[in-house]
């Protein structure tokens, strides 16, 4: 059976998305028989992202450790897992391993035993330095022992090298921090290969009005008409670019998307980009709304990206004032009185 999803999936998409949204045939971890999907009765967001904003999913991500059950492939942990974010795909562990897990905070069934995520699927040229600790070793927030220590990494664990060296410090990851250690302490070091700079494409201020295409920021349900209730005609993958065919109706823009014509949900698109571009006008939802709401609990950092520091996580709810302009989806922020960056992807 996942042979057939397998192929599936490739012969739509390719092997190279195939392999992000389904496991290879022999590895898919419902196989141990501890992993479920799980789904609203009514099939909404069926193995999407956006289960997660369904009232089964909301649910299931705040109850299932108590029942023995966690998610297993978090949001922003594809690096370490190998896998997209699937808020309905759930692993037992038992009630008392689930609740551990869920109070220590970890980000991953990885991170929480140190061990460096290895996928089958990560490409190689992407791959993660790791290197082991040969004793208990502070993890700094900068390189040098005037630094304050985050945590105290156990002698012997296995922790993520992401590439920053700086006199003798490694920055590393272990247990979802990011900080530094002294390199005295580490052994098996193997460097992870420099990443592929992106292009930093300076993207023109949205204006969806007059936008004609725009990326999706989930695997995103193209339908016959306005709302869920129209028939899907298609499932578009995350990432992909769509053509804007017209005005937008209710939140829902018509699009054309593999020679196929629909609706789509704007709430999973992002990147809005228009040929007719006019500086003037830009859309006011994203350049002049003074506040959002945090719609997870979100972590507060020094920089745009998640390798930046983590001023403070901020609670899911709270309202915070945006300073200034998006930077990479990420905006400038102040709660309790701290300046910092947060990813958009959690306001709203
Ligand atoms: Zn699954």
Same mark, same amino acid.
């Given at each position: ?13 390719? $092997?190279?998305?195939a392999s ?8 898919? @971890? ?15 967001? =069926?193995?999407?992202a ?9 649910? #299931? ?10 998610m297993?492939y /978090?949001?922003?942990? @594809?690096?370490?897992?190998?896998? !997209?974010? @699937? ?18 905070? &970890? ?13 089958p699927?990560?490409? *190689?040229?992407? &791959?993660?330095? *790791? &290197? ?8 700094? *927030? =900068?390189?040098? *022992?005037?630094?304050r #220590? ?14 920053s $060296? +700086?006199?003798?410090?490694?920055? %590393? ?7 530094? #250690? ?7 070091i193997?460097?992870?290969? +420099?990443?592929?700079k992106?292009?930093? +494409? ?10 004609? !295409?725009?990326?999706t920021?989930?695997?995103?349900n ?7 209730s ?11 670019? %769509? ?7 209710? /939140?829902?823009?018509? #699009?054309k998307?593999?020679? $196929?014509? =629909? ?22 939802? !994203?350049?002049? !709304?003074?506040?959002k709401?945090?719609?997870a609990?979100l ?10 520091? %983590?001023?403070l ?15 990479s =989806? ?19």
């Amino acid at each position: 059976r996942q042979a057939e999803l397998f192929n599936y999936y490739t012969r739509i998409y390719g $092997k190279s998305y195939a392999s992000r949204i389904s496991a290879v045939p022999g590895t898919s @971890e419902h196989q141990t028989g501890l992993a479920i999907d799980v789904g609203n009765a009514n099939g909404a967001c =069926g193995l999407q992202a956006c289960f997660a904003n369904t009232p089964v999913g909301k649910w #299931v991500g705040k109850n299932s450790h108590k029942y023995g059950f966690i998610m297993r492939y /978090g949001k922003g942990q @594809e690096s370490v897992t190998g896998y !997209s974010y @699937e808020p309905w795909h759930f692993r037992y562990l038992g009630t008392s391993l689930a609740k551990n897990y869920k109070s220590s905070g &970890a980000k991953s069934l990885e991170a929480y035993y140190g061990v460096s995520g290895s996928s089958p699927k990560n490409n *190689t040229k992407n &791959a993660k330095g *790791t &290197a082991r600790t040969t004793a208990n070793l502070n993890m700094r *927030t =900068g390189a040098g *022992t005037g630094n304050r #220590v985050l945590l105290t990494i156990p002698r012997g664990k296995s922790v993520q090298l992401t590439g920053s $060296k +700086k006199s003798g410090w490694y920055q %590393v990851r272990y247990s979802s921090r990011t900080g530094w #250690v002294s390199g005295k302490y580490l052994s098996s070091i193997s460097m992870p290969s +420099k990443p592929k700079k992106e292009s930093k +494409k300076s993207t023109p201020k949205q204006n969806t009005s007059n936008a004609k !295409s725009a990326k999706t920021s989930a695997n995103l349900n193209m339908r016959t008409g306005v709302g869920t209730s129209h028939r899907v005609v298609l499932t578009i993958p995350q990432g992909k670019k %769509v053509a804007i065919r017209g005005a937008k109706k209710s /939140g829902w823009y018509p #699009v054309k998307y593999a020679g $196929k014509n =629909g609706w789509v949900s704007g709430t999973y698109l992002r990147s809005f980009s228009s040929s007719t571009y006019s500086p003037k006008s830009s859309d006011p939802k !994203s350049s002049s !709304s003074a506040s959002k709401k945090t719609i997870a609990n979100l972590n507060m950092r020094s920089g745009a990206g998640t390798s930046k520091r %983590v001023i403070l996580t901020i609670p899911k709810g709270k309202k915070v004032s945006i300073r200034g302009a998006k930077k990479s =989806g990420w905006y400038p922020v102040k709660y309790a009185g701290k300046n910092g960056w947060v990813s958009g992807k959690y306001l709203r």
